[in-house]
């Protein structure tokens, strides 16, 4: 139930609009309660998503949020924090939000790790639109656009953003839920770019589709395919193909954007009363 | 060695109907069998003495249904 | 005042963003604007103010929304092809009443078109780029010193009735330089967004009172409110339901009604004995205003309506404007963007263009020309 996450919502706005079974309510909760274990000041939280499933989650937080447009969160959430760095900016995208239209802004927001909690809901399709491949769907897998088994290879997206130079990156999944809540608040307490890839499904399309049997199911199916990035590391290549591995990936520090800006405020506004131009 | 007497904890269970959604994850999580699905298929508490309060389920309703009551685990 | 000063026009456009209180740049390099994000980059951060570079024109337009939903007032500037990028975004600032200014510094077109080449032709995208019935502000200067004074006024449009405000230079203006004496800023009289003074639980986002704008309030101050692209209603609530889809079109499509006469800003010249009369603006009426003297001095009555205001297209003044006139022509660098405008306003003058689309200039003699022509047929 709600109980400690309750005035972090806008309850009043539930039963929300996802499918039965869907995974995204569940890392919504996750999110919730990260950010109340965090205790962030929720004044000055704001959560910015961009279109699809996923991203109608900014509806019923009870924050500052915005709902923008498809794959631009990133870009919007951007805009927020450099504009008031003390706030605390959360940004939610889905597979396609954010790794196929957002995938320019994701790569360069990683890039200049600045300060933003990236939450990628990856149900492997995209769901709002009636289930359709996306980057993140696994080679051979059916939807609507790929009905002879999907013919393309996916991203990695974790490595993907790593490599962009995010400086925290990490995997969990709706079934793991206090794991995902430990690597949401270890993205909050990351002062720089923070990606949490969390694994969540979607039954009616992606579910239906390739087999996967019910929301239970899949969650089951997430409980047996995920392996700890710890035991990973001791396990043969082969043991992994086909597994999701989950935990904290990368973890790194680099000097967070916004505050180089300040500093070259500051340097500039020294250098301008130094030779009083 | 005498068996020490595990004293039980009691833990209430609560579901909201009117937000299930009849998905079926609570009680296939369940692993007392506390919760079992009515003819619609909605999470009702078949007992909740059964309850170990482990919050799986609640952990794991996507449209926070369930409440687990009694001592924090 | 400032002191005299050589200027070019994109300089001036940017340092009027900043002294009317902008703090937030974000935009992506393109030609003719260039010179606009430069001095931005240089002279924010002396103000305190930020700038970024961003990785496409969409996410320039993107961060400047996130930046204004903080408080701030934030400006980018791109030309024709990071315009038509833009445009997604516009839609959404108009939509979610955010204020904000974009300068959109006119080449040739279409696509790649004449990079350095001034043009006129992105007038119908000012008003229709972006998707679906929505409010939009476009203005165009016609010399170094307006495009300092109407970037003030675009940055307080967009202030005052929370809507995308956009400022259609052209690489003539943008980049001339001109002797120009500027206001300081302590002389200019600026607008702030209207914030709310309820408390956050009495706050409604979007409900309006008689002025059809509603009170804002900035990120980070405990309203905890929602800003979506989809319909919504008083609260912010995305909705589906038909009434309240109208009732949330109507006020945004109106919201600029009771103030077109506030907003159309204008110049004339030697239209009161004016038989003939020349409607342009931007680096045209430049040619327009100069056609003028020509023509009079060979015995012809011309005037010149400029108009500094082109969305919303101000049907009023233009129909008050060309009324007993004999005829009415419309230079303008593109194929007759503007004319089309004039055209739904006017019934008996008749009505002709200048019209060039090949990178060149519209010369003043090419518009005597026309009016000869035109008088001919009278």
Same mark, same amino acid.
């Given at each position: 139930?709600?109980?400690?996450?309750? +005035?972090? =919502?806008?309850?009043?706005?539930?039963?929300?609009?996802?499918?039965?079974?869907?995974?995204?309510?569940?890392? =919504?909760?996750?999110?919730?309660?990260?950010?109340?274990?965090? +205790?962030?000041?929720?004044?000055?939280?704001?959560?910015?998503?961009?279109?699809?499933?996923?991203?109608?989650?900014?509806?019923?937080?009870? *924050?500052?949020?915005?709902?923008?447009?498809?794959?631009?969160?990133? @870009?919007?959430?951007?805009?927020?924090?450099? @504009?008031?760095?003390?706030?605390?900016?959360?940004?939610?995208?889905?597979?396609?939000?954010?790794?196929?239209?957002?995938?320019?802004?994701?790569?360069?927001?990683?890039?200049?790790?600045?300060?933003?909690?990236?939450?990628?809901?990856?149900?492997?399709?995209?769901?709002?639109?009636?289930?359709?491949?996306?980057?993140?769907?696994?080679?051979?897998? *059916?939807?609507?656009?790929?009905?002879?088994? +999907?013919?393309?290879?996916?991203?990695?997206?974790? +490595?993907?953003?790593?490599?962009?130079?995010?400086?925290?990156?990490?995997?969990?999944?709706?079934?793991?839920?206090?794991?995902?809540?430990?690597?949401?608040?270890? @993205?909050?307490?990351?002062?720089? *770019?923070? *990606?949490?890839?969390?694994?969540?499904?979607?039954?009616?399309?992606?579910?239906?589709?390739?087999?996967?049997?019910?929301?239970?199911? =899949?969650?089951?199916?997430?409980?047996?395919?995920?392996?700890?990035?710890?035991?990973?590391?001791?396990?043969?290549?082969?043991?992994?193909?086909?597994?999701?591995?989950?935990?904290?990936?990368?973890?790194?520090?680099?000097?967070?954007?916004?505050?180089?800006?300040?500093?070259?405020?500051?340097?500039?506004?020294?250098?301008?009363?130094?030779?009083?131009? | 060695?005498?068996?020490?007497?595990?004293?039980?904890?009691?833990?209430?269970? !609560?579901?909201?109907?009117?937000?299930?959604?009849?998905?079926?994850?609570?009680?296939?999580?369940?692993?007392?069998?506390?919760?079992?699905?009515?003819?619609?298929?909605?999470?009702?508490?078949?007992?909740?003495?059964?309850?170990?309060?482990?919050?799986?389920?609640? !952990?794991?309703?996507?449209?926070?249904?369930?409440?687990?009551?009694?001592?924090?685990? | 005042?400032?002191?005299?000063?050589?200027?070019?026009?994109?300089?001036?456009?940017?340092?009027?963003?900043?002294?009317? $209180?902008?703090?937030?740049?974000?935009?992506?390099?393109?030609?003719?604007?260039?010179?606009?994000?430069?001095?931005?980059?240089?002279?924010?951060?002396?103000?305190?103010?930020?700038?970024?570079?961003?990785?496409?024109?969409?996410?320039?337009?993107?961060?400047?929304?996130?930046?204004?939903?903080?408080?701030?007032?934030?400006?980018?500037?791109?030309?024709?092809?990071?315009?038509?990028?833009?445009?997604?975004?516009?839609?959404?600032?108009?939509?979610?009443?955010?204020?904000?200014?974009?300068?959109?510094?006119?080449? /040739?077109?279409?696509?790649?078109?004449?990079?350095?080449?001034?043009?006129?032709?992105?007038?119908?995208?000012?008003?229709?780029?972006?998707? $679906?019935?929505?409010?939009?502000?476009?203005?165009?200067?016609?010399?170094?010193?307006?495009?300092?004074?109407?970037?003030?006024?675009?940055?307080?449009?967009?202030?005052?009735?929370?809507?995308?405000?956009?400022?259609?230079?052209?690489?003539?203006?943008?980049?001339?330089?001109?002797?120009?004496? &500027?206001?300081?800023?302590?002389?200019?009289?600026?607008?702030?967004?209207?914030?709310?003074?309820?408390?956050?639980?009495?706050?409604?986002?979007?409900?309006?009172?008689?002025?059809?704008?509603?009170?804002?309030?900035?990120?980070?101050? $405990?309203?905890?409110?929602?800003?979506?692209?989809?319909?919504?209603?008083?609260?912010?609530?995305?909705?589906?339901?038909?009434?309240?889809?109208?009732?949330?079109?109507?006020?945004?499509?109106?919201?600029?009604?009771?103030?077109?006469?506030?907003?159309?800003?204008?110049?004339?010249?030697?239209?009161?004995?004016?038989?003939?009369?020349?409607?342009?603006?931007?680096?045209?009426?430049?040619?327009?205003?100069?056609?003028?003297?020509?023509?009079?001095?060979?015995?012809?009555?011309?005037? &010149?309506?400029? /108009?500094?205001?082109?969305?919303?297209?101000?049907?009023?003044?233009?129909?008050?404007?060309?009324?007993?006139?004999?005829?009415?022509?419309?230079?303008?660098?593109?194929?007759?963007?503007?004319?089309?405008?004039?055209?739904?306003?006017?019934?008996?003058?008749?009505?002709?263009?200048?019209?060039?689309?090949?990178?060149?200039?519209?010369?003043?003699?090419?518009?005597?020309?026309?009016?000869?022509?035109?008088?001919?047929?009278?």
């Amino acid at each position: 139930m709600l109980i400690d996450v309750e +005035n972090l =919502m806008r309850s009043h706005r539930l039963p929300h609009i996802w499918c039965p079974g869907c995974g995204n309510g569940i890392i =919504m909760k996750a999110i919730l309660e990260g950010i109340r274990e965090s +205790n962030l000041d929720l004044d000055k939280t704001v959560i910015v998503s961009g279109i699809g499933c996923s991203s109608r989650a900014t509806g019923y937080l009870n *924050f500052d949020t915005i709902h923008t447009t498809h794959g631009r969160a990133i @870009a919007f959430a951007t805009g927020v924090k450099l @504009a008031k760095p003390e706030l605390n900016v959360f940004v939610i995208t889905g597979d396609g939000d954010g790794a196929a239209i957002g995938g320019n802004h994701l790569i360069h927001a990683a890039r200049r790790n600045i300060d933003l909690n990236v939450i990628l809901f990856n149900n492997n399709i995209y769901g709002m639109t009636g289930g359709q491949y996306s980057p993140l769907t696994p080679h051979g897998k *059916f939807a609507t656009t790929s009905p002879y088994g +999907n013919m393309e290879r996916s991203f990695d997206i974790c +490595n993907l953003v790593q490599a962009a130079g995010a400086t925290y990156v990490a995997r969990g999944t709706a079934f793991h839920t206090k794991m995902l809540i430990d690597l949401i608040k270890n @993205a909050i307490s990351n002062k720089g *770019f923070s *990606f949490v890839e969390a694994v969540t499904m979607c039954p009616i399309s992606y579910g239906r589709r390739n087999k996967m049997g019910n929301a239970p199911d =899949m969650l089951k199916w997430q409980r047996d395919n995920a392996v700890n990035v710890k035991a990973a590391q001791k396990m043969e290549p082969e043991k992994l193909a086909g597994k999701i591995i989950i935990g904290e990936l990368h973890r790194e520090t680099a000097p967070e954007y916004t505050e180089l800006y300040e500093q070259l405020i500051a340097r500039v506004r020294k250098g301008a009363e130094g030779d009083g131009q | 060695m005498g068996e020490v007497k595990k004293e039980t904890k009691k833990y209430t269970v !609560e579901v909201k109907q009117q937000w299930c959604k009849s998905c079926g994850i609570c009680y296939a999580l369940c692993p007392k069998g506390v919760l079992i699905k009515d003819q619609l298929g909605k999470a009702v508490v078949k007992d909740p003495a059964l309850c170990i309060g482990c919050r799986i389920c609640e !952990e794991h309703c996507p449209d926070y249904c369930i409440k687990i009551g009694g001592e924090e685990k | 005042m400032r002191k005299a000063q050589l200027l070019q026009g994109n300089q001036a456009c940017a340092m009027a963003a900043i002294d009317a $209180g902008v703090r937030f740049y974000a935009g992506y390099p393109i030609t003719p604007s260039t010179e606009i994000a430069e001095f931005m980059a240089e002279n924010l951060p002396k103000v305190g103010g930020k700038f970024i570079q961003m990785e496409d024109e969409i996410a320039g337009m993107a961060a400047i929304l996130g930046a204004a939903l903080t408080g701030v007032k934030a400006i980018t500037a791109t030309s024709g092809p990071g315009f038509s990028l833009k445009q997604e975004n516009i839609g959404f600032a108009a939509m979610a009443e955010i204020p904000c200014v974009i300068v959109n510094v006119q080449r /040739l077109g279409p696509s790649t078109g004449g990079p350095t080449a001034p043009a006129q032709g992105d007038v119908m995208q000012a008003r229709w780029g972006t998707h $679906g019935d929505h409010p939009v502000i476009a203005l165009s200067p016609a010399s170094v010193l307006e495009s300092y004074d109407i970037t003030v006024q675009a940055i307080n449009f967009s202030e005052k009735f929370r809507v995308p405000v956009i400022i259609l230079l052209d690489e003539v203006i943008g980049h001339m330089r001109e002797k120009v004496i &500027l206001p300081s800023p302590e002389e200019l009289t600026l607008v702030e967004r209207k914030r709310t003074n309820l408390p956050p639980a009495e706050y409604k986002p979007y409900e309006a009172d008689s002025t059809r704008i509603p009170a804002i309030a900035d990120f980070g101050t $405990g309203y905890r409110w929602h800003v979506t692209g989809l319909f919504h209603d008083e609260n912010g609530n995305p909705s589906g339901k038909a009434d309240t889809i109208h009732k949330q079109g109507i006020r945004l499509l109106t919201k600029l009604d009771p103030y077109l006469e506030e907003i159309t800003l204008y110049k004339s010249y030697c239209t009161e004995d004016a038989e003939y009369l020349l409607i342009s603006f931007g680096c045209t009426a430049r040619s327009a205003a100069e056609a003028v003297d020509m023509a009079r001095s060979k015995g012809y009555k011309v005037g &010149l309506l400029q /108009l500094q205001t082109i969305w919303p297209f101000p049907e009023q003044l233009v129909k008050e404007f060309c009324t007993g006139k004999k005829a009415v022509i419309v230079p303008e660098l593109n194929a007759g963007q503007l004319r089309g405008e004039v055209q739904k306003v006017i019934t008996n003058q008749t009505l002709s263009g200048v019209n060039k689309i090949n990178g060149d200039l519209i010369t003043p003699e090419e518009i005597v020309m026309k009016i000869k022509e035109v008088a001919g047929q009278c």
